[in-house]
């Protein structure tokens, strides 16, 4: 119904041919906008209800004092569930560090919380199937264990800096007790805030979106992004690192290039990349550990994005 709808405004009020590239363009524009912004709104005011029962304090308290495996275990599964984007869970980062949680779960709340998004997960299910969200909670799980393992065996409490101490508390909005009411009134003006702050990002992802759909040729991103180009994988990641996006305004390209020939682990591994590693969020992170620091999490997380890749091309 929402396709014949796009097709409708396309053909009958944009008086656009049917079957020309800028009538494909057209009608993939005005069916994924407002798709992407009606899934938007409703996952983000379900997950702002949420916040209002999971505060940062609640985070530390499960954390603090668990052994190191349940402990990782338990920061992946907490990443997910709380609506943290990088620019948010960085303060919980420090706050953390502070609470006495140990420096490899830290790290490894930090790498789920962007990385595993509840947006993508839900867009990825309406998109391509439970088979391939189930593959991308389970791989990006795994990218934060074992990096948050990783970085926690090297010891790297040398390398952070002192500009911690000035942590911002997170979730000060969110009282310790809440009515249903107040509640409902948080998510409606939290949903509200963030569509504000993301939809023109939104509209620019699904406008590239709609051109790669109309009028880039399906064989040339087969030929230089499909799965027989072995460098593919890595090349998708470099080239989302650069770049600044969250899940909503990143699923219309994953949408759009998949639907071009692109192999799906190569989508996966560039929105990884957008949504886990991305400059302005070393830059944030700049501020709190020195640079090496950063060059060992971006490295180990880059490196399991890269594998996640490789492994969703050869399973799917």
Known sequence: MLKNFADWV????LYIKPGTLPAEAVSFFIYDSIKIFALLCV??????VLRTFISSEKVKKILAGK???????LAAALGIITPFCTCSAIPLFLGFIEAGVPLGMTFTFL?????????????????FGWKIA???IVSGMVIAIVAGFIIGKLKPEKLLTQSFAATVRDNRAIKAKMSWKERLGYAHSYTADIVKKVWIFILIGIGIGAWI???VPADFLAAYAGPNNIFAV???????????ANAAGVMPLVNALTEKGMAIGTVLAFMMSVTALSLPEFLILRRVMKTRLIIIFAGIVGTGI?????????IL
């Open 10 to 13: 396309t053909f009958n009020i």
């Open 43 to 48: 996952i983000i005011f379900a997950v702002a």
């Open 67 to 73: 052994k190191t495996l349940t402990g990782h275990f």
């Open 111 to 127: 790498i789920a919380s962007p990385m595993i998004n509840e947006i993508a997960l839900v867009m990825l299910l309406g998109l």
């Open 134 to 136: 189930a593959l991308y």
């Open 213 to 215: 759909h109309g009028y």
């Open 234 to 244: 890595p090349l998708a990641t470099l080239i989302g690192i650069p770049l600044y």
């Open 306 to 314: 890269i594998f996640t890749g490789y492994l969703f091309n050869a």
